[in-house]
Structures are given as C-alpha cells and as structure tokens.
T-cell receptor, first 112, second 113 residues
Framework: SQQGEEDPQALSIQEGENATMNCSYKTSINNLQWYRQNSGRGLVHLILIRSNEREKHSGRLRVTLDTSKKSSSLLITASRAADTASYFC????????????FGGGTRVLVKP | ETGVTQSPTHLIKTRGQQVTLRCSSQSGHNTVSWYQQALGQGPQFIFQYYREEENGRGNFPPRFSGLQFPNYSSELNVNALELDDSALYLCASSLFNRGREQYFGPGTRLTVT
C-alpha cells in the first residue's frame, strides 16, 4: 500500500508559472523526500526535509512539512519545459529503517 | 548521473520463467534497496540489503529474492514469473543510516508475456 498520496494526480501549466503539489501520509516519519522521474526512468532525489523541519529551499524548489497534518507540499517556481516529469513524495518512517514508502506521484506538464 | 548502474535495461520473459536483475551501487554506499514500479504508479519497496544480509522486506512473496556481494553490488531474482511482475525494477544505493537520501539507478524494464 502507498503511504503518501499526492495531489493533484496531474498538473498542466505554462512555462514561467509556479507548480504546487501536495503529499499526505499516514504514519510518523523520520523524514520526507521528494523525487523526480522522467519518462519511466530512474528517480532523481530533489530534496529531503526532516521531521523537525518546517520548510526547506533548494534553488527553485520549496518544500514545506506539517507533521501535525501529516502533509507536505512541493513548490516549483518559474517552471521550465525541462521540469516536465512525475514527482513523488517518499516517507522514511520511524519504524521503517531507511525503507522509502512512495506515493502515486503527480505528473507535471510544463508547456512552452 | 547517480553512479548507480543496472543491467539489463530491458528484458522480456515468459510466464513461469526466472529472471536475475543486477545493480551496482554508488561508490562508498553499503546499502542497496530494490523497488518495483508498475506503470502509472509509485515505486513499491521489495527489500533492502546491508552487509550481504536482507534488512527489511516489503509485501512481496518469497519468489522474490536477492543477494548482496562484498563489493555491495546486488542481484534481484524472481522465480515463477507472473504477468503482474511486468514493471520497472529500480535499485537504489545509500549509506546505512536513517534519514539518508537514496540514489536510484535507471531501472530495468521487465515484460512478462
């Protein structure tokens, strides 16, 4: 079963716009990570936010974490056509021992 | 590039056959995890290997088995293939420590006919 659920399942935006996607999870976590996947290839790690952190930035990426609501959001600012990909959140649970539990992903299409 | 390699890239097998997939971890990483990703879904954890022993397993039957070698590379073996085993198989290497990001290989696309 999937721990995280991403919302929306798909997102279509124009180049230059911001893209926001959300992730909800069910159990306590050590950290939450976001990954990108292009066309069914390997996953690329984007950012990791620990359970005691509330916000983190990396370049055009901004991640928030609300452990009281068991949710996280990923914001991509000033999107580019190259940002077209599927984005997954993954949780590393307290009892999971470095096993990642992924959500179903958000498919983002950035139109030039 | 993550430095994690997988072979083969694509594979077609017949139901009932056996398959072995291979993964070389990133230099310095001592842990390998395997994931199955069905089309249109997120990856599902199969199992993890650390120091050549299985260290955690997801909800997969015993016909999914693995090995880790002294150089930390790993194999995933699947016996008695079923049509539902068709998926992208991803391996990820990391350091054995909670809270570490994992570095994924490009995957092996397995098709079972």
């Amino acid at each position: 079963s999937q721990q995280g659920e991403e919302d929306p399942q798909a997102l279509s935006i124009q180049e230059g716009e911001n893209a926001t996607m959300n992730c909800s999870y069910k159990t306590s976590i050590n950290n939450l990570q976001w990954y990108r996947q292009n066309s069914g290839r390997g996953l690329v790690h984007l950012i990791l936010i620990r359970s005691n952190e509330r916000e983190k930035h990396s370049g055009r990426l901004r991640v928030t974490l609300d452990t009281s609501k068991k949710s996280s959001s990923l914001l991509i600012t000033a999107s580019r056509a190259a940002d077209t990909a599927s984005y997954f959140c993954a949780t590393d649970g307290e009892a999971a021992g470095n096993k990642l539990t992924f959500g179903g992903g958000t498919r983002v299409l950035v139109k030039p | 590039e993550t430095g994690v390699t997988q072979s083969p890239t694509h594979l077609i097998k017949t139901r009932g056959q056996q398959v072995t997939l291979r993964c070389s971890s990133q230099s310095g990483h001592n842990t390998v995890s395997w994931y199955q990703q069905a089309l249109g879904q997120g990856p599902q954890f199969i199992f993890q290997y650390y120091r050549e022993e299985e260290n955690g397993r997801g909800n997969f039957p015993p016909r999914f088995s693995g090995l880790q070698f002294p150089n930390y590379s790993s194999e995933l073996n699947v016996n008695a293939l079923e049509l539902d085993d068709s998926a992208l198989y991803l391996c990820a290497s990391s350091l054995f420590n909670r809270g570490r990001e994992q570095y994924f290989g490009p995957g092996t696309r397995l098709t079972v006919t």
